[in-house]
């Protein structure tokens, strides 16, 4: 189970920090994501983190502005958004590719690659 958390309302230049709680299992060796779907549009990957915490994607508009991190002891995985922007309104899913890959695999920023999803936590930025 995913449990995100975090969300809220800011204004453009603000920052949050979602956080995501797994349980029921570890996902120490899994790949751990974060996918936003803002309203009418189609949820789109926003970051990842590997098995090697060093490894990380982001898809380019959050880059620069975005952090991925996770703590492996804890079993979560965070998401800290700077220079928040409108257009980052959405709701925002934390989610695990749990497929075991060798630790330096790229990681996959497929939809589809992600097995384990949590419920949304909605980020609302205005201007």
């Known amino acids: 189970q995913l449990q995100a958390s975090g969300g809220g309302s800011v204004q453009a230049g603000g920052s949050l920090r979602l956080s995501c709680a797994a349980s029921?299992?570890?996902?120490?060796?899994?790949?751990m994501g974060w996918f936003r779907q803002a309203p009418g549009k189609e949820r789109e990957f926003v970051a990842a983190i590997g098995r090697m915490s060093t490894m990380t994607e982001y898809t380019d508009v959050v880059k620069g502005r975005f952090t991925i991190t996770r703590d492996k002891a804890k079993n979560m995985v965070y998401l800290q958004m700077n220079s928040l922007k409108p257009g980052d309104t959405a709701v925002y899913f934390c989610?695990?590719?749990?497929?075991?890959?060798?630790?330096?695999?790229?990681?996959?920023?497929?939809?589809?690659?992600?097995?384990?999803w949590g419920q949304g936590t909605q980020v609302t930025v205005s201007s």
């Open positions: 029921g299992r570890s996902f120490s060796n899994a790949v």
């Open positions: 989610a695990v590719d749990s497929r075991y890959r060798i630790m330096t695999a790229p990681i996959s920023t497929e939809l589809t690659s992600f097995d384990y």
